[in-house]
């Protein structure tokens, strides 16, 4: 059973990790699939490549999601491309692991920027593109566990992720008129650029197992399934829900 079949999904920051997983996945799906990235051209290609040995349609726009214009672009060239917008997946965004009190402040902004910024600037414009088609849509963001909990090297990107899941439920009462159904997924630790560094330690991940009841760290492909259900008419009556995936570190932090 194909969740998107006939459907157009967006996704931020798709050429590696949990970005790559959903392009994959809602292309698994049925669904054309256009993403976004930053700066990893192979991967990029790659990732579309697999789209379309999938059956499907798939292309890459390049582009800096902290800008308002890529979104407007992002979204025009998926119209121009893909014939419509039904599905966006807000991912795209960073964590440099840095200690609170010497904080630089280009390091702050920049994560607030892609983090936040480019997750409204993007919901924004796949939104406006929903209305205007006439037929609802979807929007999933990717928060993080991180929104319900603190880290001691992440006090610059936990606000970010809180931010994106506020987001989701604000959105899911201002689009709730239109048919647009709005949500977010909240990944615990996941192997992927973004934490490879902080991993590295054999302790530290052993440490980190033993936090989750499910006994092993999450894979970006363990998000693909909650994404699509999330993005499908499975879930219709959904919105404004948030989704742990974390295999139940969160329940088993006291």
Avoid: W
């Avoid at 599905?87 to 200690?99: E, T």
């Avoid at 159904?181 to 033993?210: F, H, Q, W």
Wanted: hydrophobic share 45%; glycine share 12%; net charge negative.
């Amino acid at each position: 059973m194909k969740l998107l079949e006939g459907k157009t999904v967006l996704v931020t920051g798709g050429s590696t990790g949990i970005g790559r997983a959903a392009a994959i996945g809602a292309a698994l799906h049925g669904a054309d699939v256009a993403i976004n990235y930053y700066t990893r051209d192979e991967d990029a290609e790659s990732c579309v490549a697999e789209i379309e040995a999938l059956g499907q349609r798939g292309f890459a726009l390049k582009g800096d999601v902290a800008l308002p214009a890529t979104a407007t672009e992002f979204v025009a060239q998926a119209l121009e491309r893909l014939g419509k917008v039904d599905v966006l997946v807000s991912n795209a965004g960073i964590c440099p692991f840095h200690a609170f009190l010497d904080m630089p402040v280009d390091v702050f902004e920049r994560t607030q920027q892609v983090n936040m910024h480019g997750a409204y600037f993007m919901c924004q414009a796949a939104a406006r593109q929903m209305v205007e088609q006439g037929h609802g849509g979807a929007i999933v963001a990717v928060s993080s566990i991180s929104a319900l909990v603190g880290g001691e090297f992440q006090t610059h990107y936990t606000p970010t992720k809180a931010g994106v899941h506020s987001l989701m439920q604000s959105a899911a009462i201002a689009l709730g008129r239109h048919g647009i159904r709005c949500n977010s997924v909240l990944p615990g630790t996941i192997l992927t650029e973004i934490n490879k560094d902080d991993l590295a330690d054999p302790e530290k991940r052993k440490y980190m197992e033993t936090r989750v009841p499910l006994g092993r760290l999450g894979v970006p492909e363990d998000l693909a399934g909650p994404i699509v259900f999330l993005a499908s008419d499975m879930a219709a009556y959904v919105t404004g829900a948030a989704l742990l995936v974390d295999g139940g570190m969160y329940v088993n932090l006291q």
